[in-house]
């Protein structure tokens, strides 16, 4: 990469991952409220029987989410891609398919739950011959079911609407959600005591509000997704919406499988310490009450992780379109700074206050706080190394290594989770939360052997990148000119071709220069040219300043009399004359042109 000691090489990088980054902690934190609104009030008002009542119904929010993430958020990522590469009606039909089939999901469920919840309920380890949790298990899981619809839409809406340049909007809805979900939690449950009712109604309330304030993304400016294109979009060849699907999925599988893994991991605990409650080895209703209380603590934790892991995908999916790889391995080191700082920080501030985090949680008797406290401190111990990698999958998700996630879901939920949780339930399950640090330290040491592998594949011939940054200072246009002449002599492309790349360099920084820039301090543009087999010459062209597009400049001959606004135009109109296909958007709040040339 060529770098200009005043331009800031990685200004515009670091600020696209902060803009998606800084809206998605706070989303995070709300998030996590959200997630442990019901445990908290109902185990502070009702204690350890409604508490192990959640954790028996929390599978079912599990199931959700693999559905919604499958959907959601491999959509999100094609989504980016798509309209990266400028197949914005492909985007919408994509689209148009992904939300269809998550709203009939949702209304499977919700049958399912008018129907048949005491199935359902039996199939989570829940029985009669527990007749106060069988009731608070019923209580809490019916209207669950029933509501199947709005919890689904609404994590399949917000990928969608923070990958189609709202992530503010979605950060908004998710944190109004958050809060409202603790707040009529304090509320219904606390106040009004309704119990584990007052909980699950608090939930569905939350989640509609948030779907709706994600909706009026349909009708904004911002971003391909508005209602009526949706609705209007004309039908292109099937086979490649097929396709578009298929790959969402194929994207979404690693964190749709990592939920399932984390429904049979979670299922095959509860069933491990009821059946050793009832055995007489522990009490057995205490310990699914402590392993819930974990549980929430994992609720409060991994958002922050996949907040960040989240924030890096659009960044990633778009410098992996543009085959800048130099910006890639700067959001993932930037990505990970992040996310393992902030959650480790939190891990030891929960620790600390383990003692008070277990009686706010209604486990205030001596007996429970001796199971609950050394329980939460070792499983903390864990966390680092999971957070860490959920980063890397994410963000492999992002840049076409689907099979590298999935492997990197399996490792982190299914093996060595499971085989050592199985293992220490069987013999020591007074002992089970031991069965964490070294099934997660083990896993993320694979996972990084195994990323180390793949990419020492994948660099073997890479595509040939030249990369520059420069500020808004017009000298430094001509040294980047010249830098250009200098990488198509290298790269032995014709003369005449190498002067056409020029030219686009040339003019389109030069008109951004003088129409969008005002001369104030950071102001950056990055250019960015990639050789791809054909040959086919793909210039992108990114500036931090506000909405600007060239391509809506009057173009018109020249002639003697012609206003200096116009003649400023004629430079776009030669270089869309000379390119194959030229293309504008606005994402992340950054102008990005797409000129390509055959």
Same mark, same amino acid.
């Given at each position: 990469?060529?770098?200009?000691?005043?331009?800031?090489?990685?200004?515009?990088?670091?600020?696209?991952?902060?803009?998606?980054l800084?809206?998605?902690?706070? #989303?995070?934190l709300?998030?996590?409220?959200?997630?442990?609104a019901?445990?908290?009030?109902?185990?502070?008002?009702?204690?350890?029987?409604?508490?192990a009542?959640?954790?028996i119904?929390?599978?079912?929010?599990?199931?959700?989410?693999?559905?919604?993430?499958?959907l959601?958020?491999?959509?999100?990522?094609?989504?980016?891609?798509?309209t990266?590469?400028?197949?914005?009606?492909?985007?919408?039909?994509?689209?148009? %398919?992904?939300?269809?089939?998550?709203?009939?999901?949702?209304l499977?469920?919700?049958?399912?739950?008018?129907?048949?919840?005491?199935?359902?309920?039996?199939?989570?380890?829940?029985?009669?011959?527990?007749?106060?949790?069988?009731?608070?298990?019923?209580?809490?899981?019916?209207?669950?079911?029933?509501?199947?619809?709005?919890?689904?839409?609404?994590? $399949?809406l917000?990928?969608?609407?923070?990958?189609d340049?709202?992530?503010?909007?979605?950060?908004?809805?998710f944190?109004?959600?958050?809060?409202?979900?603790?707040?009529?939690?304090?509320?219904?449950?606390?106040?009004?005591?309704?119990?584990?009712?007052?909980?699950i109604? #608090?939930?569905?309330?939350? *989640?509609?509000?948030?779907?709706?304030?994600?909706?009026?993304?349909?009708?904004?400016?911002?971003?391909?997704?508005?209602?009526?294109?949706?609705?209007?979009?004309q039908p292109?060849d099937?086979?490649?919406?097929?396709?578009?699907?298929?790959?969402?999925?194929?994207?979404?599988?690693?964190?749709? !499988?990592?939920?399932?893994?984390? $429904?049979?991991s979670q299922l095959?605990?509860?069933?491990? !310490?009821?059946?050793?409650?009832?055995?007489?080895?522990?009490?057995?209703?205490?310990y699914?009450?402590?392993?819930?209380l974990?549980?929430?603590?994992?609720?409060?934790?991994?958002?922050?992780y %996949?907040?960040?892991?989240?924030?890096?995908?659009?960044?990633?999916?778009?410098?992996?379109?543009?085959?800048?790889?130099?910006?890639?391995?700067?959001?993932?080191?930037?990505?990970?700074?992040?996310?393992?700082?902030?959650?480790?920080?939190?891990?030891?501030?929960?620790?600390?206050?383990?003692?008070?985090?277990?009686?706010?949680?209604?486990?205030?008797?001596?007996?429970?706080?001796?199971?609950?406290v050394?329980?939460?401190?070792?499983? !903390?111990?864990s966390?680092?190394?999971?957070?860490?990698?959920?980063?890397?999958? !994410?963000?492999?998700?992002?840049?076409?290594?689907?099979?590298?996630?999935?492997?990197?879901?399996?490792?982190?939920?299914?093996?060595?989770?499971?085989?050592?949780?199985?293992?220490?339930?069987?013999?020591?399950?007074?002992s089970?939360?031991?069965?964490f640090?070294?099934a997660?330290?083990?896993a993320?040491?694979?996972?990084?052997?195994l990323?180390r %592998?793949?990419?020492?594949q994948?660099?073997?011939?890479?595509?040939?990148?030249?990369?520059?940054?420069?500020?808004?200072? #017009?000298?430094?246009?001509g040294?980047?000119?010249?830098?250009?002449?200098?990488?198509?002599?290298?790269?032995?492309?014709?003369?005449?071709?190498?002067?056409?790349?020029?030219?686009?360099?040339?003019?389109?920084?030069?008109?951004?220069? *003088?129409?969008?820039?005002?001369?104030?301090?950071?102001?950056?543009? *990055?250019?960015?040219?990639?050789?791809e087999?054909?040959?086919?010459?793909?210039?992108?062209i990114?500036?931090?300043?506000?909405?600007?597009?060239?391509?809506?400049?009057?173009?018109?001959k020249?002639?003697?009399?012609?206003?200096?606004?116009?003649?400023?135009?004629?430079?776009?109109?030669?270089?869309r %004359?000379?390119?194959?296909?030229?293309?504008?958007?606005?994402y992340?709040?950054?102008?990005?042109?797409?000129?390509?040339?055959?």
């Amino acid at each position: 990469m060529r770098r200009n000691k005043d331009a800031g090489p990685w200004r515009i990088p670091r600020a696209m991952l902060m803009r998606t980054l800084i809206p998605g902690s706070v #989303s995070a934190l709300a998030l996590g409220l959200s997630n442990i609104a019901d445990a908290l009030t109902v185990g502070i008002r009702i204690g350890e029987t409604a508490l192990a009542a959640i954790g028996i119904v929390t599978p079912i929010y599990l199931i959700f989410n693999i559905l919604a993430l499958s959907l959601g958020s491999g959509g999100g990522i094609t989504h980016s891609r798509l309209t990266a590469e400028g197949k914005n009606r492909l985007a919408l039909l994509h689209f148009r %398919r992904a939300a269809l089939w998550a709203l009939g999901i949702g209304l499977f469920f919700s049958l399912l739950g008018g129907l048949f919840p005491g199935l359902v309920l039996r199939l989570l380890s829940a029985g009669e011959d527990y007749p106060e949790l069988w009731a608070l298990c019923l209580d809490y899981a019916r209207p669950l079911l029933i509501a199947s619809p709005v919890l689904i839409l609404n994590v $399949f809406l917000y990928y969608f609407v923070k990958n189609d340049d709202q992530p503010r909007l979605a950060a908004l809805a998710f944190t109004v959600g958050g809060v409202l979900d603790l707040s009529l939690n304090l509320l219904l449950v606390l106040i009004l005591n309704l119990g584990v009712r007052g909980a699950i109604l #608090s939930t569905i309330i939350a *989640q509609a509000v948030s779907l709706i304030l994600l909706a009026t993304h349909f009708f904004s400016r911002r971003g391909i997704l508005h209602l009526r294109d949706i609705l209007n979009a004309q039908p292109e060849d099937p086979r490649q919406v097929r396709a578009c699907l298929a790959g969402s999925l194929r994207s979404g599988a690693s964190s749709s !499988l990592s939920i399932v893994f984390q $429904f049979g991991s979670q299922l095959m605990i509860n069933h491990l !310490l009821m059946d050793a409650g009832r055995q007489g080895r522990i009490p057995g209703d205490l310990y699914v009450a402590v392993f819930d209380l974990l549980l929430n603590i994992a609720y409060v934790l991994q958002p922050i992780y %996949r907040t960040v892991g989240e924030s890096m995908q659009p960044c990633a999916a778009t410098f992996s379109v543009e085959h800048d790889r130099e910006s890639l391995r700067f959001i993932r080191r930037l990505g990970l700074r992040f996310g393992l700082g902030e959650g480790v920080l939190l891990a030891a501030l929960i620790a600390a206050f383990a003692g008070p985090i277990s009686r706010l949680f209604g486990l205030r008797l001596p007996e429970q706080m001796a199971v609950a406290v050394p329980a939460i401190r070792i499983y !903390l111990l864990s966390t680092p190394f999971a957070g860490l990698l959920l980063l890397l999958v !994410l963000y492999d998700q992002a840049v076409r290594h689907p099979w590298l996630a999935i492997q990197g879901t399996f490792l982190r939920d299914a093996v060595p989770r499971i085989p050592f949780a199985l293992a220490a339930g069987l013999l020591w399950p007074e002992s089970i939360w031991w069965a964490f640090l070294p099934a997660e330290a083990l896993a993320a040491g694979i996972f990084l052997l195994l990323q180390r %592998r793949v990419e020492r594949q994948s660099s073997l011939q890479p595509l040939p990148v030249f990369r520059a940054a420069l500020t808004n200072s #017009s000298h430094e246009l001509g040294d980047v000119v010249n830098q250009v002449a200098e990488f198509c002599e290298a790269q032995g492309i014709p003369p005449a071709k190498a002067v056409q790349l020029q030219l686009g360099v040339e003019e389109l920084c030069a008109v951004t220069l *003088q129409k969008a820039f005002s001369g104030q301090k950071d102001e950056y543009i *990055q250019v960015t040219l990639v050789v791809e087999p054909g040959p086919r010459y793909v210039l992108h062209i990114r500036d931090s300043a506000p909405f600007f597009n060239p391509l809506d400049l009057k173009m018109e001959k020249a002639r003697k009399d012609m206003e200096s606004s116009i003649m400023d135009s004629i430079g776009v109109m030669m270089v869309r %004359r000379q390119s194959r296909h030229m293309e504008y958007r606005n994402y992340q709040g950054f102008n990005t042109l797409t000129v390509i040339y055959e």
